[in-house]
């Protein structure tokens, strides 16, 4: 058995396909390499799709295994396989400024969503949000706060439809961005 929490399942039936069983739950140390993998197939995809930016560096194990140490990962799975993961931590990234979120006393910061582009427009993506949600609010933590891309390749109008609301839209060295969050009391 591995060390994750009991976790949280639903089940998603994909437009004429058959059915899925999505289970997430907190990233374990030997989740690292496939959780960098797909990282690094999400940047590959987007360079892709919308030419090399950003969004096009490979993610190594190294640094998720980082990640995973000292902060909340949490997973998507499809049985064994990792389908989607995004990442919170209590500290505040360099590009977000705090001045244009609401001010609450426990903010949480949302890093490095993603789901695998085969596994895209299925569902992962809100469930893995949803699950961020409880996460956050069990910590306990009174926000959300992220920001994307202000880009084709951005996936603001996802977190719009996710339920997050926009509130800002600045240039961090010289990348636009749109910063975005959702209140948990
Ligand atoms: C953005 C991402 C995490 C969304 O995950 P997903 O599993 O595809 O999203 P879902 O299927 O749960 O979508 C939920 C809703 O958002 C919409 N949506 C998803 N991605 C979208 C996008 N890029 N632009 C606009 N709408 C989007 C879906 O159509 C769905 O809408 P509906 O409820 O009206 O049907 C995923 O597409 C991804 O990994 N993209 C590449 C990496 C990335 O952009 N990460 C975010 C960095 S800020």
């Known amino acids: ?15 004429g396909g ?3 069983r999505i289970s997430v739950d907190t990233a374990a140390a030997e989740d690292a390499a496939p959780i960098a993998a797909l ?10 799709r919308y030419g ?5 560096a490979p993610v190594t194990e190294s640094s998720v295994a980082r990640a995973i140490a000292t902060s909340r990962v949490i997973v998507a799975r499809d049985g064994e396989v990792v389908a989607g993961t995004l990442r919170l ?19 949480l910061y949302l890093l490095s969503m993603a789901v695998d ?4 427009r299925n569902g992962i ?10 996460v956050a609010r069990a910590w306990p933590a009174d926000a959300i ?8 390749a951005g996936a603001g109008p996802f977190y719009s439809k996710c339920g997050y609301r926009e509130v800002g839209r600045v240039s961090y060295r010289a990348v636009p961005l749109v910063y975005y969050e959702m209140l948990l009391s």
């Open 1 to 15: 058995m591995k060390p994750h929490d009991a976790g949280w399942s639903a089940v998603r039936e994909p437009h």
């Open 18 to 20: 058959a059915t899925v």
């Open 39 to 48: 990282q690094t197939r999400v940047a590959d995809d987007l360079t892709r």
């Open 52 to 56: 090399p930016g950003h969004w096009s």
């Open 89 to 107: 931590v209590t500290k505040k990234p360099w590009a977000i400024d705090p001045a244009y979120f609401v001010h609450v006393r426990r903010p």
């Open 117 to 120: 582009p085969s596994r895209q």
């Open 125 to 134: 993506g809100r469930m893995l949000l949803s699950v961020a949600a409880v």
């Open 145 to 152: 706060r992220l920001d994307a891309y202000d880009s084709e």
